[in-house]
């Protein structure tokens, strides 16, 4: 089945410990988002790809950067952590034709110790 | 610019009730409507979305909501509810004249009780 995958599903990481979190598709979709959501919020819009295009959110802190280094992946980097950043990250992606369609990947809990 | 207001933040409901989950929006243009369903600890899972075709839209797991554009409105309702209901439910709006951005609401947490 196609699919949007992330791995791991839960990370634990220490304070400023660099962490890496992988989001992969099978749907050959242009664009993939990342997003953050806090424990009884919304998610929030990090950035996304189109393509190679890269779209940073105005809020979006620094410490947060993205790579896609083909069209099937695309990793979010927090170079360092901080316990305010304790959450579930979510990956999605949209079709060309179709940008106002998510596809949301299962989720990494992420911890920070 | 899009949002969407999610009425009640805790809702609910007796098992075999009705389940209505009250989601309105606002938007400059023409608007795309989703609702998704989220358990703990998971991602996002697509119940039904309103793209410009038919008004009253069929989701998964009987789950439907009507697009009423002189209420602005996207109610999400379910004749029956069953315990595998309990979950959050997030209503999004998206529309062209913001790149398609989805913009979230708050969530809606079910708890059905048997």
């Known amino acids: 089945d196609a699919m949007v995958i992330q791995n791991p599903r839960y990370q634990v990481t220490q304070f400023g410990k660099p962490v890496t979190l992988s989001c992969s598709q099978t749907?050959?979709?242009?664009?993939m988002y990342w997003y953050q959501q806090k424990s009884s919020q919304a998610p929030k819009l990090l950035f996304h790809y189109y393509d190679k295009d890269f779209n940073n959110e105005a809020d979006t802190p620094d410490n947060f950067q993205s790579r896609r280094p083909n069209t099937s992946f695309c990793f979010l980097d927090i170079r360092s952590p901080g316990l305010g950043d304790a959450a579930m990250y979510l990956c999605a992606t949209s079709p060309a034709n179709r940008v106002y369609e998510q596809y949301f990947g299962p989720g990494t809990r992420l911890t920070v110790t | 610019a899009q949002s969407v207001t999610q009425l009640g933040s805790h809702v609910s409901v007796s098992e075999g009730a009705l389940v209505l989950l009250r989601c309105n929006y606002s938007s400059s243009v023409p608007p795309y409507l989703f609702w998704y369903v989220q358990y703990p600890n998971q991602g996002l899972q697509l119940l039904l979305k309103y793209t410009s075709a038919a008004t009253l839209v069929k989701g998964i797991n009987g789950f439907e909501a009507e697009f009423k554009k002189s209420e602005t409105s996207f109610h999400l309702t379910k004749p029956s509810a069953h315990m595998s209901d309990a979950a959050e439910y997030f209503c999004a709006v998206s529309a062209s004249n913001t790149g398609n951005q989805f913009y979230f609401g708050t969530g809606t947490s079910l708890t059905v009780i048997p």
């Open positions: 749907l050959n979709h242009n664009v």
